[in-house]
């Protein structure tokens, strides 16, 4: 007995709205991260399956998701750098207390 | 082999550019001077070697492919990124880090190149990626300003969630068709819900990247607190980027859905032009002002996409060239001013005619071919994005585009009635224009007055286009 493709389908699409919902509503910075790194996984759960269940004579699938993760990792990098450099500017992580700019 | 070597040449001359600039950084203790004058030198070469032995292919099962107009795009790019490298040369010259500034820029110009010809979703994404993760360290090259990390925060966020929202409905699409190939992609797609649920998360990606109104909160902040030469670099060669790809993912990937993005794009065209040009009225920051000046044109710019005849194609390419030069002319200026003086204000230009009559006439005929008034490049390029909208028969788009059209020139010419006619008891005083950013100015002038002009190079670029 094998689990059907739509119950990960849903998921993947659950999580992908967790990390939307996590981002709009968190105020510190590193769980906005946390949250952009749910959606890009949400992502590679999609992928995955979609190659396993309806296309297993490719792994064009499999491959995107890998690039995905490196790529997640990169963006990771360079986010985290500037959040470190907000702090020594900011002294705070905090998005509601980093309001330079106002019109 | 040698194939390989023709067809790739943009993109090696770029890669070579980078690593030689990183072994100068590690190896040598060369004066800012110095490697100023070396990069700009290359990137003046990178710009005449694209002119130079180009043929149409495709590489690697065509992930990767070129053609002439894709060749004339990549050269757009190359003389954008010439003329944002030679007006910060100022800027540039204060900072520790020059070296770094060049690689990240590069690396950015190097993923777009890639983003261009792609033919594969696989390397869209990739080329995507590459293009905006340098942008955001960038964005925070001002290290110890606060303005600056907040910009790069902004950047760096709401791109990773645009990419997210990309990268979901990739992966729909995948589903739906099993192939991530453009070529076999247009003959999978059909108007079915999930393709257009699919094309809706595609579609919030790409106007996250080129800032159309539902998702153009960050650009004002990012423009206001990064750098000015990492907004112009933004604002034009970022976008004239993305644009292009947009473009062709609509006309070739999406060929089978045309009705429902048309509806989709009508919709968000009049939003983002005239909640730009709104915004724009009560900006007293020129750069927040420049910003939603942006925001406008991008609106236009969509009015030409919705065309989606060969018209269309031309149309944008020659707009986005247009663009390039009257944004950066204006932004050369703005530069210059607050890279001396620090003042940003409106009302900082006020009585700017009498101290400093030439950055006047630039920045008068930046803000005129902006505006889109008759001599200028600017009116050209409007004009063609106007009748390539047209084409399609909807003459409520057409009618909204023609009125906003003049409620741009009153904020237009808001500031060159400041310029030339305000009193002012503290003007910013004259400034001495070092010889690079004159060059800048020099070139963009010319070019706003010669593409409008010269009938050849609009000819020469509808040659090249391709319609729905």
Known sequence: ??????????????????????????????????????????????????????????????????????????????????????????????VEDVKEMKN | MIDFLLLMKQELIITVIIFTLLLLKIGTEMSNTAILNLANGLLLFNLAAGFMGNQAGMLFDGMFFTNPLIVLQKNILSLGTLIVSLQSSSWLKKHEHVPEFYILLLSNLLGMFFMISTGN???????????????????????????????????????????????????????ATGTLTFSELASHITGGPLPVFAFVLLLAGFAFKISVVPFHLWTADVYEGAPVAVTSWLSVIS????????????????????????????????????????????????????????????????????????????????????YVFSNLAAFGVVALVSSVTGREQVSDYKGFYKTNPVLSWVLTIALFSLAGVPPTAGFFGKFFLLMSGAGKGNYVLITVAALN???????????????????????????????????????CVAGIIITGLTGYIYDYIHSLSFGL
């Not at chain 2, 303005?147 to 709401?158: D, H, L, P, T």
């Not at chain 2, 919709?267 to 724009?280: E, K, Y």
């Open chain 2, 405 to 443: 059209m003049i409620i741009s020139f009153y904020y237009y010419l808001r500031i060159v009635k400041a310029i030339f006619m305000d009193a002012n008891e503290h003007p910013i005083e004259h400034l001495a224009i070092p010889a690079y950013p004159k060059l800048a100015m020099f070139i």
């Open chain 2, 121 to 175: 979703l696989l390397m869209f994404y990739v080329g995507l990626e590459l293009s905006s993760i340098p942008l955001a360290a960038m964005a925070n090259f001002d290290l110890g300003k606060r303005k600056s990390s907040e910009a790069a925060m902004k950047f760096i966020v709401s791109s990773a969630f645009a990419s997210g929202l990309l990268l979901f409905g990739i992966s729909l699409v995948y589903g």
């Open chain 2, 239 to 322: 976008k004239g980027s993305v644009l292009f790809v947009f473009v062709s993912v609509l006309y070739t990937v999406f060929k089978p859905m045309a009705g429902t993005w048309y509806n989709m794009l009508f919709v968000l065209s009049m939003l983002t032009i005239l909640i730009g040009n709104l915004f724009a009225i009560r900006q007293n920051n020129i750069k927040r002002f420049l910003a939603f000046s942006s925001i406008a044109q991008i609106g236009f710019i969509l009015v030409g996409i919705t065309g989606s005849s060969q018209l269309a194609t031309a149309s944008v390419v020659y707009f986005v060239l247009i």
């Open chain 1, 1 to 94: 007995m094998s689990i059907p493709l739509t119950h990960i389908l849903f998921v993947s699409t659950a999580l992908f709205f967790i990390g939307t919902y996590g981002l709009f509503t968190r105020r510190n910075l590193i769980t906005m991260l946390m949250s952009i790194e749910l959606i890009l996984n949400s992502v590679n759960i999609n992928f995955v399956a979609f190659n396993k269940y309806l296309y297993p004579d490719k792994l064009n699938g499999v491959f995107f998701s890998l690039f995905i993760i490196t790529v997640a990792a990169a963006e990771a990098a360079v986010a985290i750098a500037i959040i470190i450099n907000l702090y020594r500017n900011h002294r705070s992580i905090d």
